[in-house]
Every structure is written in C-alpha cells, then in structure tokens.
C-alpha cells in the first residue's frame, strides 16, 4: 500500500511539473509573440492603465493573439508589469516582451514642429493650428490675450520666440511649446547682449532683437550676417535711415501682393524704414541665434549700401556710387538669368 501512494505521489509531482513547465512554456510564448505591425505604430499607456486592462487592448485590436495562460505574465515576468504612462513608438520588429520592456523603460515618443527662422508669429499660429500632434489651446485667442498667458508684457508677440525645431511628448500644448521658445530666445539674446560689442547704437535687448529680425530678413547667408549688420549699425550711428525692403514688406500687412512699388516706399507705416527714421517699434520676425548674435558683433566696416548680387550673395558699397553701379550689375545679372 504505501508502495503505491509513494508511486502515486511521484506520479502526481511529475504531472505537476509538466503542468508547470507547459503553463512556463505557453506564457513565455505568449509574451515572445511578435506584435501585429506592419510600420511604425504609436501606443498609448493611459493615466490608470493597469498591465492587464493594456494587454486586453492590445487583444481587443487582434495586434496580439490571446493565450489562456496571459494571466500567469505578471507572475513570470514581473519586471514588465510597470507601464509608464505616455505615447511611445513601437517597431513591427518587436516582440510583447520586447514592447513591454519599452513601456516600463518610458521613453516617450518624441514629435516635433519646426519653426523657420524669418518666420512671423501668424505663421507660427498657423502651423501650429495644422498639427494633430499638439494640444490647441490658443485657437481664437488674441495676440494680445496670448501675450498676457504668457506672463509677456507686451501687445506684439512677433520676434519674441526663438526659431528652431521642438520637440515634445503627447499632450504638450502650443502655449507649453510658445514658453519654451520664449524661455530659450532669452537666454540666447541675454548671452548676446552680456557679450555685445562696446558702443552700439541700440539701448536694449529689445531693440537688438528689431535689428537681428531684420538681418534674417535680408540674408540667410552665414558669412554675411556680420555685414549686413555692419551696414545698419553704421546708418543708426549717422542717423541715416534703414531702407530695408523687408520693414516695408511686413508694415504693408495684408495687402503685400509680393511686389513693392515705388508708392509702397513713399507710404509711411509704423515700419516704413524708407519714410521713418532709426528701428521699427518691434520686430518685424523671428530671428535665430546668428542673426541675434550679429546684431550686436557687426563686422567693422565703412558699408552703407547692399544690393543682391544676383548669383547668390550681396555686393556692399561704402558710397551712393558704387551701389548705383552694384544695382546695374544686378539688373544685368537678372536679364542674363531670364534669358538662359
């Protein structure tokens, strides 16, 4: 008798065993089943999302096939129960283990919106208003509401952001992003101005930010940023008027066809440096770093004219002379390229 409940209870530990290794075997299956993905997918982790309400949504979408044995996951490998919450980006490589271990790990996917330099504030909203990845929470406010959300104690909010590309998590709003591009256009026109050359003919950052605005208007060319600000630093200490098509441009508004005219340039605006004396009153874009940099680091030099060269480029002049010849050239160079 007891011979037998002896090859009973072995029996009954073998059957265990084998249970135990199936029930090992069919879970880790489950958990090393790739994911159904075709491309780059992004998954949510919802705030109060638990492991098992996750891979029931997963189930649900058919991205995973479902195994009696799911439940035993969170037992076997426990170090993958620990979701964070966020978007993350998940690969059609990758395994449920694979894509588990990636959420407990949290690193959310990054989107991005890009923000050209020279750009307006109005195309700023716009971009903003297009994207499906930011949180609208501006639409329908007024600049000036903006402005006062963002602690700015001013009407204007053109050139007061630095232009460069953001890049954010799910849920970041276009104020969250709009403070970030503020925070980061101080620290870049503060480090500037701390290191501004001596005798400048500006009295402030504000006023730095106008002039570096313009520069990104007139130039998108490096090496001749210095230059360009060389010409207008050089106006402003003679009182000589800026003349700078882009003032004109940006004060025109609205009824700016893309061609400048003669009237244009006798018409006075607030920002009409043909008809105006010294800086518009704010900027007329977002600059970035080089161009604020340049604003207040000029080249030394004597220029006080530049024309398009018409092969890329600008030619500077010191005297009225010379520009009108460097205007003529570029003239010629135009009808040379139309013709060709």
Not at 30 to 45: G, N
Request: glycine share 6%; hydrophobic share 40%.
């Amino acid at each position: 008798m007891l011979k037998k409940i002896g090859i009973l209870f072995v029996l009954g530990l073998l059957i265990s065993a084998a249970l135990a290794f199936y029930a090992y075997q069919q879970t880790n299956a489950y958990l090393d089943q790739p994911v159904q993905i075709e491309q780059e997918t992004l998954m949510t982790v919802e705030p109060g999302m638990h492991f098992r309400s996750f891979l029931n949504s997963l189930e649900q979408q058919e991205l995973i096939e479902e195994n009696s044995f799911s439940k035993l996951a969170s037992r076997l490998a426990p170090e993958l129960t620990s979701l964070k919450v966020g978007t993350f980006q998940v690969q059609p490589s990758q395994s449920l283990r694979q894509v588990l271990a990636y959420l407990v790990e949290g690193k959310e996917h990054q989107f991005s919106i890009t923000f050209i330099e020279g750009s307006r504030f109005s195309e700023w909203m716009l971009q903003f208003a297009e994207s499906k990845d930011v949180v609208h929470t501006l639409d329908g406010v007024s600049e000036k509401e903006i402005a006062q959300r963002l602690g700015i104690e001013r009407d204007k909010l053109e050139g007061l952001f630095l232009a460069e590309t953001y890049h954010f998590t799910k849920g970041t709003s276009d104020l969250d992003i709009l403070k970030r591009a503020h925070r980061k256009l101080n620290e870049v026109v503060n480090e500037a101005w701390d290191k501004r050359q001596d005798k400048l003919p500006l009295k402030n950052e504000y006023e730095a930010l106008i002039l570096a605005s313009i520069i990104e208007k007139e130039t998108a060319i490096d090496s001749e940023r210095e230059r360009v600000s060389s010409v207008f630093i050089n106006r402003l200490n003679i009182g000589m008027r800026l003349q700078t098509d882009p003032t004109v441009i940006y004060g025109m508004g609205d009824s700016y066809d893309g061609n400048i005219r003669k009237k244009d340039l006798r018409t006075p605006t607030p920002y009409n440096t043909y008809t105006m004396n010294g800086l518009p009153p704010t900027p007329i874009a977002m600059a970035g770093p080089a161009s604020i940099h340049a604003a207040v680091n000029p080249e030394a030099s004597k220029y006080l004219y530049f024309v398009a060269s018409g092969k890329g480029g600008h030619v500077f002049s010191k005297s009225l002379t010379e520009h009108n010849r460097a205007v003529r050239a570029y003239l010629k160079q135009l009808r040379i390229n139309k013709s060709q």
